[in-house]
């Protein structure tokens, strides 16, 4: 469980809606770079990026860099009590 997390990004301020051209980002589906990025928070106020593909319209829900599944990015919108 060596876990060497190297944080090179640069901090995004949180609660803002962000929409920059990719860099470096492409799809994880089909390596497009082609996609667009935004920084969002989600209803439970997850902090997540979000990337949709222009190309296969892949869409992809990322929280500091792991992947989340489409289910739990539901689950996560949904109304929390
Ligand atoms: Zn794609």
Redesign the pocket.
């Known amino acids: 469980m060596a876990r060497s997390t190297t944080v090179t990004r640069t901090a995004i301020p949180l609660g803002s809606l962000t929409q920059r051209p990719a860099q470096g980002a492409s ?1 994880t ?2 390596g ?1 770079v082609r996609i667009t990025h935004l920084s969002m928070n989600l209803t439970d106020g997850t902090p997540v990026d979000f990337t949709s ?1 222009h ?2 319209a ?1 869409k992809s829900w990322s929280h500091h860099g792991v992947e989340l599944a489409v289910t739990d990015v539901l689950q996560r919108t949904r109304k929390v009590c």
Do not use: F, I, P
Request: proline share 0%; hydrophobic share 10%.
């Open positions: 799809c589906e089909c497009s593909c190309v296969c892949h």
